[in-house]
């Protein structure tokens, strides 16, 4: 039958002489009898134990908060940079005068890739390509270097 957590249980050790000596010096210091030095000394090592498992394993979710975090601001970051592109390539097309050679550009390129939607990658090429045109669009606009 399985011992209750809070029943006395006898527990033969083997220490040497010395530990033993140094173990009754200082229950009687601490007016204690040897045995209830020797339990509060395991007791207070293993909680110690306990303190520092739990210190770490609170270091580890601060960690991976961090971590969460760095690489939130990442998206955030590359976010607002795809955001800057577009508002830049928006401006470039909408103050390219005239904008008709750089749709010109455009339209060989649709109709010779007529299957550009159907992946990812080749949305992302198209998207790339088409980003190029529009980007140097300045070279269509009348005195070039609308950008500003």
């Keep these: 039958?399985?011992?209750?957590?809070?029943?006395?249980?006898?527990?033969?050790?083997?220490?040497?002489?010395?530990?033993?000596?140094?173990l009754e010096r200082r229950a009687t210091k601490e007016d204690r009898s040897t045995n209830a030095e020797a339990v509060k000394r395991l007791e207070d090592s293993l909680d110690h134990e306990d303190r520092?498992?739990?210190?770490?394993?609170?270091?580890?979710?601060?960690?991976?908060?961090?971590?969460?975090w760095r690489e939130?601001?990442?998206r955030e970051e590359e976010?607002?940079?795809?955001?800057?592109?577009?508002?830049?390539?928006?401006r470039n097309l909408t103050q390219s005068i005239p904008s008709l050679p750089v749709l010109i550009d455009l339209l060989p390129l649709l109709k010779g890739n007529p299957d550009w939607q159907k992946t990812e990658y080749?949305?992302?090429?198209?998207?790339?390509?088409v980003a190029e045109i529009i980007l140097n669009a300045d070279e269509?606009?009348?005195?070039g270097g609308n950008e500003g």
């Design 72 to 74: 939130e601001k990442a």
């Design 122 to 129: 080749g949305r992302r090429q198209m998207a790339a390509k």
């Design 52 to 68: 520092l498992d739990a210190f770490a394993k609170e270091g580890f979710r601060m960690e991976e908060r961090h971590v969460q």
């Design 79 to 90: 976010k607002a940079k795809a955001d800057r592109l577009d508002a830049r390539l928006f």
């Design 140 to 143: 269509y606009s009348i005195g």
């Design 1 to 22: 039958m399985a011992r209750k957590p809070t029943e006395f249980v006898q527990l033969k050790l083997r220490i040497r002489e010395s530990l033993r000596r140094r």
